[in-house]
């Protein structure tokens, strides 16, 4: 047995269940409320490359740019520029902890739907926009709207999916995420050169938005929240499409309904339940998982792709270029990992991938060493610039396959039902606040730090790959209603944990 996990043996209160045609395309059409993430992720990095956008919003940064005695690292290092992109997610981080309620009143399906057509408006408002202004409202919008799907989304795939095939159906949405950052990237290559392309860059994040909220309409809400909210017969119904109509359906629905009563006698409230002492390993996951996520420096890397590979020698269109590579390796990375999560379990992707993101960032930060200088003054010869795009896609293979997906999954399984979205609210507030701190201070330290900044991201590696090591437990397979024996086998999180 590895010191941090183990496999829970087949005598846990398992449900048949098979992959149906209804539940795969339910899960996917769900899934695809990773998109208005990922389109975010991806074009609001871009867009801060256009000149056009820079000398309407931002023309100091235009004018540091023209300096010829500015740092490369410097260039961009513009608190205004950052609070763009960065006000997103102090508005994603208030959405999140308000979704927790809304999520059990209205179901996870009402929900997404809430939070794509906030995002909507959102994008209309950033495309339309003539001054600042305009411009962080229109994110802060954006930010609500990402607040309320990241929030449902992941809850309501690990409830509707067989829990064999969890894992799979889950990471969905980190590769919609992905779809999300690639095709926004190819719009901005395509946008670059025309004076209003960035409005159309800012204002087409409108389509994935209507996707999302259209196909939302369609499906049902799941078990779990139907039952929840009292819905038996729907909920009934519901749990016979996702299964199939010659599974018996009726063991789970009765587990569902018996912890759902459990839940309302208690009459506890979530968010002081879950500070409680048997729920010490979930409140520990619910900020540790997306803390260490962020920490990774993957998002930070996505925002600001098209600036950093200007940075180190990329003209404007190869760096456009790059972003995009760079985005299509993270696609085949999720890939890989859902096709394997399930099979070999979630903790050998953590430690693979984490070993991967270390020598990746230890050796972009070499090369910038040797070929920039330590005032980071010089000029990076072109062959360089490639290699550190190498090295760069390695590291997002690394992500792609571990702390990508799994950091979406793992909270959306650990929570039993009484904490369930409260612990997911908590996850994606911790996951958002992570993310507006390092987007906000990125720019700054990559001026100060220089190549320093990725052993800085090294660093956090190696302790986020300890702690996997050491405290996250293999939770493949396992009911998410038997989830607690994961908890009281564990090594450490055993003293804290009780029989439900």
Request: hydrophobic share 50%; with cysteine; net charge positive.
């Amino acid at each position: 047995m590895a010191v941090g996990g183990f496999a829970v043996d087949d005598n846990s209160r398992a449900f048949s269940g098979k992959v149906t045609a209804s539940v795969v395309i339910t899960c996917i059409v769900a899934a695809s409320g990773g998109l208005i993430f990922g389109y975010d992720i991806g074009i609001s990095g871009g867009v801060t490359t256009m000149r056009p956008f820079l000398k309407k919003f931002f023309p100091a940064v235009l004018r540091k740019e023209a300096d010829a005695k500015t740092n490369i690292y410097c260039v961009y290092d513009s608190h205004v520029l950052t609070a763009f992109t960065s006000s997103l997610y102090i508005a994603g981080l208030a959405a999140s902890l308000v979704a927790s309620r809304l999520t059990r009143a209205v179901g996870r399906r009402n929900t997404m739907i809430i939070g794509g057509l906030t995002f909507l408006i959102g994008a209309a408002i950033n495309g339309g926009a003539e001054n600042i202004v305009m411009l962080i409202l229109g994110r802060i919008l954006l930010g609500f709207g990402v607040g309320f799907t990241n929030q449902a989304t992941p809850i309501y795939l690990s409830e509707m999916a067989p829990p064999k095939w969890r894992g799979a159906f889950n990471t969905s949405f980190y590769f919609f995420i992905g779809i999300g950052v690639v095709v926004a990237n190819c719009l901005n290559y395509g946008t670059a050169k025309l004076s209003w392309g960035w409005r159309l860059s800012l204002g087409l994040a409108i389509v994935p938005s209507v996707i999302m909220t259209v196909g939302a309409l369609l499906i049902s809400d799941t078990p779990s929240s139907l039952v929840e909210r009292g819905k038996i017969a729907q909920a009934r119904d519901s749990l016979r499409k996702a299964r199939g109509k010659d599974i018996d359906i009726e063991p789970e629905l009765a587990e569902l309904v018996k912890t759902s009563e459990a839940v309302k006698a208690a009459n506890e409230e979530p968010f002081v339940t879950i500070f409680e002492r048997q729920y010490r390993p979930h409140l520990v996951m619910a900020f540790a998982i997306p803390f260490f996520q962020q920490l990774t420096g993957i998002n930070i890397i996505a925002f600001y792709a098209p600036v950093l590979f200007q940075s180190v020698g990329f003209g404007s269109d190869s760096a456009l270029i790059a972003s995009i590579i760079l985005g299509c390796v993270n696609l085949f990375s999720i890939l890989v990992s859902t096709f394997i999560v399930d099979r070999y379990g979630r903790r050998i992707l953590f430690l693979e991938g984490g070993t991967q993101m270390i020598i990746g960032q230890v050796a972009v930060a070499c090369v910038l060493a040797v070929t920039t200088g330590v005032s980071g003054t010089k000029d990076i010869p072109k062959g360089y610039a490639v290699l550190v795009l190498v090295l760069l896609c390695i590291y997002a293979a690394g992500f792609g396959w571990s702390w990508g997906p799994l950091s979406w999954l793992i909270p959306s399984e650990i929570f039993p039902m009484k904490i369930r979205t409260t612990g997911q609210s908590i996850s994606i507030a911790v996951n958002f606040a992570t993310t507006f701190v390092l987007a906000q201070t990125f720019l700054t330290m990559l001026c100060h730090f220089k190549y320093g900044t990725f052993i800085f991201y090294a660093g956090w590696l190696i302790a986020m790959t300890l702690f996997v090591i050491l405290f996250v437990p293999e939770t493949k397979g396992i009911p998410l209603e038997s989830m607690y024996q994961v908890w009281e086998r564990h090594w450490f999180w055993r003293r804290f944990v009780s029989l439900p």
